[in-house]
């Protein structure tokens, strides 16, 4: 990680080429923002103090967690179940949002496209607002299939 973020130049390991030096380890990164890297931090004497992954994708327990709290697309009136849809981060992974439980939402695959129409969407106190291009407010609250 410090490597990547340029605060040292230790070499790094990528799989299917192995050591590599740290510019090497960096252009890969920055050609590769689409990927799912796995890094482990250690203590001064090679203890591991945490194993993580940056991943675009939940895990299956993060997944079915957002699907027991929201078992149907959280747009007004859509009611199709939360495991056919798409896994939608509130606050987006390029403004740094992270593939959290407290950060995803059910969206079916149309609804989730309305935010990248003019639509705006919210989630806060259990309350989901959705915004139209119009300036129209819905707000849905703990809908069941």
């Given amino acids: 990680m410090t490597t990547l973020a ?3 130049d230790h070499a790094s390991e990528i799989p ?12 890969v990164a920055a050609t590769q923002p689409k ?4 890094y482990v ?9 945490h194993i993580g992954t940056t991943r675009k994708r939940p895990t299956t327990t993060i ?4 699907q027991t709290h929201q078992p149907v697309c959280t747009f007004p009136g859509c009611r199709v179940p939360a495991q056919d849809c798409d896994h939608d981060h509130l606050t987006p992974r390029s403004q740094g949002g992270q593939t959290t439980t407290t950060n995803l939402g059910p969206k079916c695959r149309h609804d989730h496209q309305l ?21 129209h407010t819905y707000i849905t609250q703990g809908q069941s299939p």
């Avoid at 299917?16 to 252009?27: C, L, N, S, T, W």
């Avoid at 997944?63 to 957002?66: D, L």
């Fill in 6 to 8: 340029g605060l040292d």
């Fill in 16 to 27: 299917g080429m192995g050591p590599v030096i740290a510019d090497i380890a960096r252009q």
């Fill in 35 to 38: 990927a799912e890297w796995r």
């Fill in 41 to 49: 931090v250690s203590d001064n004497h090679g203890q591991v103090i």
């Fill in 63 to 66: 997944s079915r967690e957002v």
């Fill in 115 to 135: 935010k990248h129409h003019g639509w705006t969407h919210q989630h806060t106190n259990q309350q989901d607002i959705w915004t139209s291009p119009q300036g």
